[in-house]
């Protein structure tokens, strides 16, 4: 199975990577192409946030894990949740990402 | 104290390469990329697109902007019209405009893509062919596949850029890549030849010849 057609299955498989997705703004969503576009980005939110719940999803696919928080942050912030790209899902992540944003009309 | 009459071994050397290099942050160079794209005649909806793709080579550390300036200076003497066609004035082809020219091979990408592992689409080379491959990165990332541009020098596969969507990786010594006399594009055949180490951006300004941004506004001014 290609990369794209490995994507597509789970996308399709998947519906909440849709429904997450639909509920990101689009700031919550330059956060992704950003991360893509760096090497070794971690990306940072809150849980219970529209990103987590979307990143939820990316990293039960294999595609993000999440990174340590460490304590000085947990101290200030405790909800804080990072997250990094896997490789695999630095190839999934840019197939789905045209349809997402085509689908909610970006 | 003040008294030192030898300049300190190195001083000289970095002071006059202080006056050849100006640095240039990304966003320098977009702005450079549009001023003098809009000089030459490029249409406004072209300029961001040109400056993003400069942008994406320069931050993976391809000379980008270089290729650019190369671009912008030379082939004065022909029209824009003229640039984008493949066939030169003089009747023979290839030299055409590469970033006008990564639209018409944007139109071929699935064709090339699916030749068989190993095949290169041999195409009359633009000049700068640098300037095809952010056009490759994306057709790449929502294909979930990698592209491979060929450098040839003397008929020969010097050097190769891979690109996903959002990474690259060079094989191959950087000179080919401006010096090129041949272009190849094909897809890498990772079922045969694995995953290669691909790197995403890391490079936030350059060091670039303070001769090619003086020439490069020397150019807008006598655009106008």
Redesign the interface.
């Given at each position: 199975m290609?990369?794209?057609?490995?994507?597509l299955a789970v996308l399709a498989a998947d519906p909440e990577i849709r429904q997450a997705f639909a509920r990101t703004s689009l700031g919550d969503r330059s956060v992704l192409g950003t991360a893509?576009?760096?090497?070794n980005?971690v990306m940072m939110t809150t849980k219970g946030s529209p990103n987590d719940a979307l990143w939820a999803c990316f990293i039960r696919h294999g595609w993000m894990e999440e990174a340590p928080v460490d304590a000085e942050l947990q101290a200030v912030m405790p909800q804080a949740v990072r997250c990094s790209l896997t490789?695999q899902g630095?190839?999934?992540i840019?197939?789905i990402?045209?349809i997402l944003f085509a689908e909610t009309g970006e | 104290m003040f008294g030192r009459r030898v300049t300190p071994p190195g001083q000289r050397e970095r002071a006059e390469q202080a006056l050849d290099s100006v640095a240039l942050s990304l966003d320098d160079i977009s702005r450079y990329v549009v001023v003098a794209a809009r000089a030459r005649g490029y249409p406004e909806d072209f300029l961001a697109n040109a400056a993003r793709r400069v942008r994406f080579l320069e931050?993976r550390g391809l000379p980008g902007f270089t290729a650019f300036t190369l671009e912008m200076l030379g082939g004065r003497s022909e029209t824009l019209q003229q640039r984008a066609s493949v066939t030169r004035p003089d009747g023979s082809s290839g030299g055409q405009c590469p970033m006008i020219d990564a639209v018409r091979i944007g139109d071929k990408l699935d064709m090339i893509a699916g030749l068989p592992a190993g095949q290169v689409a041999a195409y009359p080379m633009p000049s700068n062919p640098l300037l095809v491959v952010p056009k490759l990165a994306e057709y790449a990332?929502?294909?979930?596949?990698i592209m491979m541009a060929t450098f040839y020098v003397g008929g020969d596969p010097v050097t190769r850029v891979l690109v996903?969507?959002?990474?690259v990786a060079v094989d191959g010594p950087y000179e080919a890549i401006l010096g090129a006399e041949g272009f190849g594009i094909s897809r890498f055949p990772e079922e045969t030849h694995g995953?290669p180490a691909l790197?995403?951006?890391?490079i936030d300004s350059i060091d670039f010849p303070a001769r090619g941004v003086s020439s490069l506004m020397k150019f807008v001014e006598d655009s106008r």
């Open positions: 290609t990369i794209r057609d490995g994507a893509l576009d760096r090497d980005s490789e630095r190839r999934a840019p197939v990402l045209p | 931050a990332g929502p294909n979930g596949i996903d969507g959002h990474r995953a790197w995403a951006a890391s």
